[in-house]
């Protein structure tokens, strides 16, 4: 979903925002080997932040500003805000079932694929988003800028108030600093037990969990206000000053919070949510300054491609790197192993230390995956949810 300001061209800013997001999402998921990665090209392990927990915040803040830039003049044109609900709900359930797609494929028929619902991994990625987008783009409908600013602000105090304040049975209230314990993993174990991610911090945690949406929502708005910001009359220099300006104080108000509330990705604790939307912020406001203001296009091009089909890519790139991890192949030495872990060892491993070969093989996959979406982008296809 993208739009432009007043409905003229399209912000080709956000499109290679987006691109970038997507094609560092893409990186950070696929290493040649999850033994030997760069520390920044992996999650922190609980409280703090590393390059790989500035992604999915940017991610949910874009489809923010690309809300506002495609419904805000429908709306000042009258609308209905029922029909563009019912449009909503469309996509949100669509991604919802392409998030629960990716984790359920190959639904053990190819590969040796082991399948059962009853670990199926109901939270995910795409299933926040989706979540996100249903809920932002309700609030977006029938509230105004001074009604958001609100939501935001409840969302984000209560969700705090509930983490701290909330007895977890067996533990107390206010657990933060470690995830067993916490009031996210307390919800997320009894009621998605069996359903959360097997990679979690603990078993039964899961980081897209039930409570930790709550103000993940808050980021989709931020992105909301920052739509209508884009939507003045004022002029573009103005404008990026300002994006600048409320970036370094978000970042600065974020990193205040976190002697309270520590920044965690995994809990999406209200200071994470502040604290990388300003960087949102900032980073975005670069790219606006040198796109769409000073008309430097041509270096952006690859990431514009990549944000003009950025859930499609998304969802592709996860199924070719799933499929590689199911078939197995012999190597030299008759052992059996995945064709993934074949093509790593084989091509990359030779020629790097173990922590190059395996972002090397990261950054050859992104590169696989832009051939596809150049390949559609010349062809004119866009896959539109």
Same mark, same amino acid.
């Given at each position: 979903?993208?739009?432009?300001?007043?409905?003229?061209?399209?912000?080709?800013?956000?499109?290679?925002?987006?691109?970038?997001?997507?094609?560092?999402?893409?990186?950070?998921?696929?290493?040649?080997?999850?033994?030997?990665?760069?520390?920044?090209?992996?999650?922190?392990?609980?409280?703090?932040?590393?390059?790989?927990?500035?992604?999915?915040?940017?991610?949910?803040?874009?489809?923010?500003?690309?809300?506002?830039?495609?419904?805000?003049?429908?709306?000042?044109?009258?609308?209905?805000?029922?029909?563009?609900?019912?449009?909503?709900?469309?996509?949100?359930?669509?991604?919802?079932?392409?998030?629960?797609?990716?984790?359920?494929?190959?639904?053990?028929?190819?590969?040796?694929?082991?399948?059962?619902?009853?670990?199926?991994?109901?939270?995910?990625?795409?299933?926040?988003?989706?979540?996100?987008?249903?809920?932002?783009?309700?609030?977006?409908?029938?509230?105004?800028?001074?009604?958001?600013?609100?939501?935001?602000?409840?969302?984000?105090?209560?969700?705090?108030?509930?983490?701290?304040?909330?007895?977890?049975?067996?533990?107390?209230?206010?657990?933060?600093?470690?995830?067993?314990?916490?009031?996210?993993?307390?919800?997320?174990?009894?009621?998605?037990?069996?359903?959360?991610?097997?990679?979690?911090?603990?078993?039964?945690?899961?980081?897209?969990?039930?409570?930790?949406?709550?103000?993940?929502?808050?980021?989709?708005?931020?992105?909301?206000?920052?739509?209508?910001?884009?939507?003045?009359?004022?002029?573009?220099?103005?404008?990026?000053?300002?994006?600048?300006?409320?970036?370094?104080?978000?970042?600065?108000?974020?990193?205040?919070?976190?002697?309270?509330?520590?920044?965690?990705?995994?809990?999406?604790?209200?200071?994470?949510?502040?604290?990388?939307?300003?960087?949102?912020?900032?980073?975005?406001?670069?790219?606006?300054?040198?796109?769409?203001?000073?008309?430097?296009?041509?270096?952006?091009?690859?990431? !514009?491609?990549?944000?003009?089909?950025?859930?499609? #890519?998304?969802?592709? *790139?996860? =199924?070719? &790197?799933?499929? /590689?991890?199911? +078939?197995?192949?012999?190597?030299?030495?008759?052992?059996?192993?995945?064709? !993934?872990?074949?093509?790593?060892?084989?091509?990359? #491993?030779?020629?790097? *230390?173990? =922590?190059? &070969?395996?972002? /090397?093989?990261? +950054?050859?996959?992104?590169?696989?995956?832009?051939?596809?979406?150049?390949?559609?982008?010349?062809?004119?296809?866009?896959?539109?949810?």
């Amino acid at each position: 979903m993208s739009a432009s300001p007043s409905g003229q061209q399209r912000l080709l800013s956000l499109d290679a925002f987006r691109g970038a997001t997507i094609a560092g999402m893409i990186m950070v998921n696929n290493p040649g080997s999850w033994s030997t990665i760069y520390p920044q090209l992996e999650h922190a392990s609980w409280n703090g932040w590393t390059f790989t927990d500035f992604i999915f915040p940017f991610f949910l803040w874009i489809v923010g500003v690309a809300m506002t830039l495609s419904f805000a003049k429908r709306v000042e044109q009258g609308a209905n805000k029922v029909q563009l609900m019912g449009h909503v709900v469309r996509r949100a359930v669509i991604i919802f079932g392409l998030g629960l797609f990716l984790a359920a494929f190959p639904f053990g028929l190819l590969f040796g694929h082991q399948f059962s619902l009853a670990n199926l991994r109901i939270p995910g990625v795409l299933q926040r988003i989706a979540v996100c987008y249903l809920i932002a783009s309700a609030i977006f409908l029938w509230s105004n800028v001074r009604g958001q600013i609100a939501w935001i602000v409840g969302l984000l105090a209560s969700y705090w108030l509930m983490v701290m304040l909330i007895p977890v049975p067996g533990f107390g209230a206010g657990v933060v600093n470690q995830p067993t314990g916490s009031l996210c993993w307390w919800i997320d174990s009894n009621l998605l037990a069996g359903h959360t991610w097997r990679g979690a911090p603990v078993p039964g945690f899961d980081p897209e969990g039930i409570l930790s949406t709550i103000p993940a929502i808050a980021t989709t708005l931020l992105g909301v206000l920052t739509g209508h910001w884009l939507r003045t009359a004022r002029s573009q220099e103005e404008k990026t000053v300002w994006m600048f300006v409320a970036g370094e104080f978000m970042m600065l108000l974020g990193a205040i919070l976190d002697m309270w509330l520590p920044i965690n990705k995994n809990m999406w604790t209200s200071s994470y949510v502040i604290f990388m939307a300003g960087w949102a912020l900032v980073i975005f406001a670069m790219f606006y300054w040198l796109i769409d203001v000073k008309g430097y296009k041509k270096w952006a091009l690859p990431f !514009q491609i990549y944000g003009m089909n950025a859930i499609t #890519v998304f969802v592709l *790139s996860g =199924l070719i &790197a799933k499929t /590689l991890g199911l +078939i197995k192949v012999a190597g030299a030495d008759g052992t059996m192993m995945s064709l !993934q872990h074949l093509i790593y060892t084989s091509v990359f #491993v030779p020629i790097a *230390s173990p =922590l190059n &070969a395996s972002l /090397l093989f990261a +950054i050859c996959f992104i590169c696989v995956m832009f051939l596809v979406v150049w390949g559609m982008w010349k062809m004119k296809w866009f896959v539109k949810i």
